[in-house]
């Protein structure tokens, strides 16, 4: 099984980049993890923001593997203790499916990506930084990987 990030947005900071890069790494034998980066929607003055995100779902919807399992990160998903995202993987494991974890832009996903996805996740109730996710995500995606496999790392 292999996972794929697909994340409205370019050109991370080198400190997110390179701890997204430090996870992605620690994570290859479990679950290799690709990162793949949208370009986001035009806003600004006079433009629409609605259009901006129907573009990004557009883009996000193309970068989809066939016979992916969707996972769409979103505040209004399913939060996960440590413990139950591990639980997760192992079921997802189980499906004999690629993972996909989608990132949207400033304004969330589109309707047609909320629609395609098989499951929302919450990172929890904080709003946070939509490139500070893409990090929060890797080491989560390990630290569940860890537990699975009875390494240290975890030690709640």
Do not use: C
């Amino acid at each position: 099984m292999k996972a794929r990030l697909i994340a409205v947005g370019e050109r991370a900071p080198a400190w997110v980049a390179e701890g997204f890069a430090e996870y992605r790494k620690r994570l290859s034998h479990w679950l290799p993890l690709e990162l793949v980066e949208v370009e986001p929607g035009l806003r600004g003055k006079g433009r629409d923001a609605a259009r901006a995100m129907q573009d990004e779902g557009a883009r996000v919807l193309a970068a989809l593997p066939k016979n992916t399992h969707v996972v769409a990160l979103d505040g209004r998903g399913r939060a996960h203790s440590s413990e139950q995202l591990a639980q997760r993987l192992e079921h997802w494991r189980g499906q004999g499916r690629d993972l996909a974890f989608l990132v949207g832009g400033p304004e969330g996903h589109a309707p047609d990506v909320l629609a395609r996805a098989d499951e929302p996740w919450s990172l929890g109730p904080l709003t946070l930084p939509h490139m500070l996710v893409r990090l929060v995500l890797a080491e989560q995606l390990y630290r569940a990987a860890a537990l699975l496999a009875n390494h240290p790392y975890h030690r709640a």
